[in-house]
């Protein structure tokens, strides 16, 4: 693969000098018709003039990989169809969800399902906001915080009024369940309105608020909708923080599957759009595999706890914190529950990150001792 | 698509009456080399005779779609060489995770990325047991009611020991870090041994036990293991429950995804299994789309919450109760808390599943009582 044109109006603002000599920037668009490339990336935005351009690119013969969720919730049907007609591909992973694979893993790992429920959190910024209004802050507090950190516009309509979340439901409707909506048939509730008391109250039920878009397939007809919803603190829809999206997909034989991860922003966008690019480039085939055997090693860095069951008598700390200290592992806590018999007493030594090997020598030195009642138990621990 | 033959050792015994006359049930897998299939689907496990079979069919320019994790994890490299070949396909998102699409989401989705971390929770025998002994069975009971269930073999070393989550675990890592390992180069730990005391050591440190598998590039080396950890309650790997299969993909520019759902039994293997043969049939290009508008409505029957705010006076309650009962709404509970003054006083009410144009019926009964201090606000309660 390689990178022909860069187009922009206004290129000369945007010129890099990491790119290759031979790139051309310009701001005319019949530039990149005219050329070579197979392949047009549209991340403009909007509908105009990137549906203009991407039919144009299209009827050229020219595949697109786009992010442009407005213009795909609205015309997607009809690019797809104009793509088969020049025998070209349209891709847009990065439309919905940037960095979390739903779109591939729907068209190639659930399409053997029936679909029947997509539930999801698809704005990251209705996200950020309510996990802050959890966190105890008030609602216009969070929405300043959001505009601050650029995650919300000055003007944050189009993601708290629910049309940006909309426009992603339309597109995961239409791949997961074959259903053709237009975005404004589908009931929006904006997430205005919702204040700190209410976050009160869903505690005490046992729920948070989140943004949720549902889709659902019942008795042949589907229902649509996308608002602030009640979200028990059991569904893993509670527990997306932040800026994170999550996609849940129910499905007739294989049940639900929840997606999550970061759904927006530059790196995550260009991990679909590239992942895009190297579908296209393989046809759809498999991915390169090695050729030369990769060395393993199991020696993570990691804090440990180390369970012992003793029969209590003087010294017993002392020892251990002699063995692990030989080995350079220092003690993080020592902890011991109440009500238990000093002749078989459980108490937990968490450490320091240390590598296996050094925990199993160090354990080594009292395995064999008389004031051990049963073998110790160690276990790593998962960085948060 | 269409089905051509069933072939098993003593098929006569597998033999249904839902599959079309035209099958040819047969104990000899060279009649199928034979037939003009161009699809073999090899789901009868272990090395041999699969591996004989997967190669004969690969040879014969037959694509394979398989669930061997066993087979793929030792031979996957060179039955991929071996597939292109001979210009054949070798499918197996089956292999890992049954029905959660971590290998399309990896092949098509991320591959963009630079993994460098998976962690995962790949076997749902030992977090059945692991989540059984959270919720206070002890060991041989958890284990007993997992072989109870059909979840473990008689025999669950294969399971317990970490064998079955290690041969995934080296897929994986081949997709997503292009890394050649032999299953017996990971070091394995069994979660024999793990007591219900270690549960309550795990909560006092905000923690819980699971089997977690992991490969980590760090510093162009690999690290890889396969036992019990304790894993913090706010990771998403400690919300797995029962059987269900988590998988944590690391990238450098997309961050952590989460892929989480039902790992094995024939349902979610039949998804993988079909969302494979589906691919192989469209290429790996786009699926069906939709050539007919969808009817959408946005009526879920829900519960909601509504909340309140009133200058309180008497008959308030009676007045709500009187508009919702009206509407065919059953109250579920009302709940006030304390420490707020008469006259801007919040409580909410919860009502019992209806929808939504019922409950704003309902609501405008009183939207402009002189009682009301602010416009009630209702949210939609997410089923759990």
């Known amino acids: 693969m390689e990178l022909t044109h860069v187009c922009n109006r206004g290129v000369e603002r945007k010129r890099v000098d990491w790119v290759p000599a031979s790139v051309q920037w310009t701001n005319d668009f019949e530039a990149i018709l005219r050329s070579d490339a197979n392949v047009v990336v549209e991340l403009i935005g909007g509908l105009d003039p990137a549906g203009l351009w991407v039919r144009r690119a299209l ?47 729907l068209r190639h790992g659930l399409v053997g399902d029936q679909i029947t429920r997509i539930e999801g959190i698809l704005n990251g910024t209705c996200n950020y906001i309510l996990s802050r209004m959890e966190d105890g802050a008030q ?38 369940l074959r259903a053709d909506l237009r975005p404004e048939e589908i009931a929006c509730r904006s997430i205005t309105g919702i204040a700190a008391i209410d976050f009160e109250y869903a505690r005490e039920l046992n729920c948070t608020i989140r943004q949720i878009s549902r889709v659902e397939l019942r008795d042949g007809k589907l229902f649509a909708t996308v608002g602030p919803m009640l979200v028990p603190r059991t569904s893993p829809l509670a527990w997306s923080r932040g800026t994170e999206n999550m996609v849940l997909v129910g499905g007739k034989y294989g ?18 759009v590239v992942s895009d690019l190297i579908s296209l480039a393989h046809g759809g085939s498999s991915i390169g595999l090695p050729s030369t055997p990769t060395q393993v090693g199991g020696e993570f860095l990691l804090r440990h706890s180390i369970r012992l069951v003793v029969h209590d008598c003087p010294g017993i700390i002392a020892e251990i914190a002699g063995a692990l200290a030989e080995h350079q592992i220092n003690i993080h806590a020592i902890f011991q529950r109440p009500g238990y018999q000093q002749e078989h007493l459980p108490f937990v030594v968490t450490v320091e990150p240390c590598t296996n090997s050094a925990l199993r020598h160090a354990l080594a030195h009292f395995a064999g001792k008389a004031w051990l009642a049963e073998p110790s138990l160690d276990l790593p621990i998962l960085e948060p």
């Not at 349209?90 to 893993?105: E, H, K, N, S």
């Not at 629910?162 to 992603?168: C, E, H």
């Not at 049940?255 to 679909?272: E, I, K, L, M, W």
């Open 59 to 105: 009827e050229a013969g020219k595949s697109v990989v786009t992010g442009n969720k407005k213009l795909i919730a609205q015309d997607g049907i009809e690019l797809e169809q104009l793509a088969r007609k020049h025998k070209a591909h349209l891709l847009y992973g990065a439309a919905v969800a940037g960095g979390v694979p739903v779109i591939p893993g």
């Open 139 to 176: 609602a216009a507090e969070a929405l300043q915080d959001a505009q601050a950190r650029g995650y919300a516009e000055a003007n944050p309509s189009e993601d708290v009024d629910g049309f940006d979340a909309r426009a992603k439901l339309v597109i995961l409707a239409r791949i997961a």
């Open 255 to 272: 049940g639900d599957v929840v997606f999550s991860g970061h759904g927006a922003g530059g790196h995550p966008t260009a991990v679909a």
